[in-house]
């Protein structure tokens, strides 16, 4: 797609609105209406073969009698008069569409059959069409105006590109923007994304210096790996921020391992959209908190907040919420403090947060965030005014405005005030943004240094690559049937690719498990291998630390008797030599219906269960996103060694990630994969894998494209 291609649809010289109606409460005539009111730049025809004039406007009967050339027609025929006034439009010449009419795939298989007809026709005509089911589209450039929807909110000018998956949120969102004073460029209701998708979206906003920011409301993504590629790119220019609802159904399949079991939940969308710079906000209220700063703030160069306040109460709420979300609180200087000191009364307080107590007025305001803001030490800052009885919180925010205009360091404004406050600066755009509560204010922070820390990121890391002898792992996978493979295999498909293995033994029976147990070395531990057994521990089928022959023939035959309990019959035996020391980690290996395989690393061994303290990432990893996913877990202090207790080797845990990115490119057909734990120590020589379990399948290739 070229980016111009969406124009027809965004900046039509001419519009016909199919399904004109003289009834006013239609859809038909509320559309209509609308492009009206909101004086639409071009011409409008309405057509309507039942109608003389509706709205005032002269109708037409068809399409082909409008006598002059149709940039854009608005479709709100009866569902089964789509197709037949889709056709009509595209002999007419039109170069887009919009279709409101609802009833196609999203009312079963008889819709989306209908749904295909169109995409074909329009596909087929070289004409872009957003739709069915959708609400429309607005433009509030004001050479073009153009209000094209049913909605009962008009948007104002702006800096946000907005497009909604749903209609009715649609409405909401208006509604929110106009209540807020937050203006759009352009609004786009997606409907059932037959033609122009979500990320087609994003395309057209990416070179339009008129939008600033990208925000979206979505509930699915219909080409996660497109949506990737094309976010990675433009979030280097703008920011894009999703509030992405609806955790896939297929996700909560049941999962045999643990990768599968937590990717079916919505982490795996936190870290899909992470890794590619876009910004998740949980609710619509909070995305135009972010959004609203994004659009009036320079970016930071860190994440260190400085606090100006007149209340100690809200500046130690706004503390917590900085500190809770992992923003810092700026160091002020000592020489920043004596400047303090001597201009605000002796009861302020002059380190970080800075109480100026209640008499502040609108000069001691600028004057604090002044030499704050100057202070190399901080990054942002956050101004707090709880309306008090000598100052007038319209004073101040205009003082700190001034102050905040000439410094290239974001400053985000907590009013605590009436409602006349908030009505009389919600729309003056040389003000910083104002938040009712410390909270949200922290929280745009939050995501405003996020956003600031990707774009100071390199863009491409190098993608490492390994020497492995794939055919040898093609030709284990291939001789192996559907399912999971045998233990033997799977840690011979990790060693061929180069990573780590505890030194084992499988035997078939008691006499060469005791031979094993010989040749490796006393202690031991001894794992079952039976048919259909994947959680071993659970039925009693690992046991560790057994120091001798008489332990070891013990554990043999009590395992046989507690395997025989749990309906499992033994194949054979694994004897590894026990291990000691060192963090028990988990690496995986998980297909997700929607975004494909996904890598996970975290906290191993017990700890999954309880914590789930992993990160997910989509493959294939660059060296800097490997680094990052392990750096990511909450636990990472615990790898890096705490309280004398020796760290883990980083470098090599990133690595065995890059090394299973390329394992999961290369060897598709493996569907999961859990090595845990991985007993991380704190060289190469010391790490290994304890434990592996690989599911595959022989993969049946297709050329068919999901859109
Ligand atoms: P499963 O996950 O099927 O229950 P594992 O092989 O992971 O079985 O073993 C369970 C636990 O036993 C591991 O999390 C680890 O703590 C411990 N363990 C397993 N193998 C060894 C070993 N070779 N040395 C030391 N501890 C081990
Ligand atoms: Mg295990």
Redesign the pocket.
């Known amino acids: 797609m070229t980016a111009r291609a969406l124009d027809p649809i965004f900046s039509p010289r001419s519009i016909a609105v199919v399904g004109a109606s003289r009834r006013r409460d239609s859809i038909g005539f509320a559309l209509l209406h609308n492009l009206l009111v909101n004086e639409f730049n071009g011409a409008i025809y309405p057509v309507n073969p039942h109608a003389e004039s509706v709205h005032s406007l002269k109708c037409y009967p068809a399409m082909a009698a409008i006598p002059d050339p149709v940039d854009l027609a608005m479709i709100l025929v009866p569902k089964h008069l789509v197709q037949g006034a889709v056709e009509e439009c595209v002999a007419k010449g039109v170069k887009g569409l919009v279709v409101i009419t609802a009833g196609f795939s999203e009312t079963g298989e008889e819709g989306a059959a209908r749904e295909r007809k169109l995409r074909e026709t329009v596909r087929a005509a070289g004409v872009r069409m957003i739709g069915p089911n959708c609400m429309g589209v607005i433009n509030t450039s004001s050479d073009v105006s153009l209000n094209a929807t049913f909605a009962p909110t008009p948007a104002r000018p702006g800096a946000i590109g907005f497009v909604s998956q749903s209609g009715a949120l649609g409405v909401a969102i208006l509604n929110v923007a106009q209540d807020l004073g937050i203006g759009l460029t352009q609004f786009a209701s997606m409907g059932n994304k037959a033609d122009v998708s979500g990320n087609d979206l994003i395309e057209y906003w990416e070179d339009d210096p008129a939008t600033r920011v990208i925000a979206m409301y979505l509930e699915s993504f219909g080409n996660p790996r497109r949506f990737t590629e094309i976010a990675k790119r433009v979030t280097r220019k703008k920011p894009v921020l999703i509030v992405k609802s609806g955790r896939t159904a297929e996700g909560a399949r049941a999962a045999s391992s643990h990768t599968g079991a937590i990717a079916g939940t919505d982490v795996t969308v936190s870290a899909f959209l992470d890794q590619c710079g876009v910004l998740r906000a949980n609710t619509i209220e909070e995305l135009f908190d972010v959004a609203r700063a994004l659009v009036r703030c320079p970016l930071p160069a860190g994440d260190r907040v400085a606090i100006v306040t007149n209340a100690g109460g809200p500046a130690i709420m706004a503390t917590d919420a900085c500190v809770n979300l992992g923003l810092r609180m700026a160091e002020l200087s000592e020489g920043t403090r004596a400047g303090l000191r001597a201009a605000l009364p002796p009861e302020a307080s002059v380190a970080n947060p800075v109480d100026m107590i209640a008499s502040a007025t609108a000069q001691d305001y600028a004057r604090t965030l002044a030499a704050v803001l100057d202070d190399p030490g901080a990054d942002l800052a956050m101004v707090i005014n709880v309306t008090a009885l000598l100052s007038n919180p319209i004073d101040i925010i205009e003082a700190v405005g001034e102050v905040a205009r000439d410094r290239a360091k974001p400053v985000l404004a907590v009013v605590m005030a009436t409602d006349e406050f908030y009505e009389a600066v919600k729309t003056a755009r040389d003000l910083p943004p104002v938040y009712r509560f410390p909270e949200s204010a922290a929280r745009a922070m939050f995501l405003l240094s996020r956003y600031a820390a990707w774009r100071r990121r390199p863009a491409d890391a190098p993608i490492p690559r390994f020497e492995t002898a794939d055919d040898q792992v093609a030709a284990i996978l291939d001789a192996a049937p559907d399912g999971y493979l045998d233990p033997g295999a799977v840690f011979r498909v990790l060693e061929l690719y180069g990573i780590p293995v ?1 030194r ?1 033994r499988l035997a078939a029976g008691r006499e060469e498990a005791l031979a094993a147990a010989r040749e490796i070395g006393f202690p ?2 001894l ?1 079952a291998v039976a048919p259909g ?6 039925v009693g ?2 046991r ?2 057994l120091r001798s022959e008489a332990e070891l023939a013990r554990a043999l035959a009590e395992m046989e008797g507690a395997l025989a309990r749990a309906g499992f019959a033994a194949e054979g035996y ?1 004897v ?5 020391g060192g963090h ?1 980690v988990i690496f995986g290996i998980t297909t997700d219906p929607r975004f494909g395989p996904l890598l996970m690393f975290g906290l ?3 700890y999954v269960e309880v914590f789930q303290d992993v990160r997910f990432a989509v493959p294939p990893l660059d060296a800097l996103e490997a680094r990052e996913v392990v750096r990511g877990i909450r636990g990472f202090k615990l790898l890096e060694g705490v309280r004398g207790e020796p760290g883990a080797d980083l470098d090599l845990l990133a690595e065995i990630l890059l090394r299973l990115s390329q394992l999961v490119q290369r060897h598709p057909g493996i569907r999961e994969l ?1 090595v ?2 991985f ?1 991380a120590g704190p060289d190469r020589e010391s790490a ?1 894998a ?2 592996a ?1 690989l599911l595959h399948e022989k993969i049946v290739r297709t050329d068919s494209k999901g859109g």
């Open positions: 505890i084992q031991v531990v794992k057994l994947v959680h071993k521990s659970d089928a690992v560790i630390d694994l590894q030599e026990m291990a000691r028990e191993g061994g017990k859990d845990n734990p007993l290994r304890l434990d379990r």
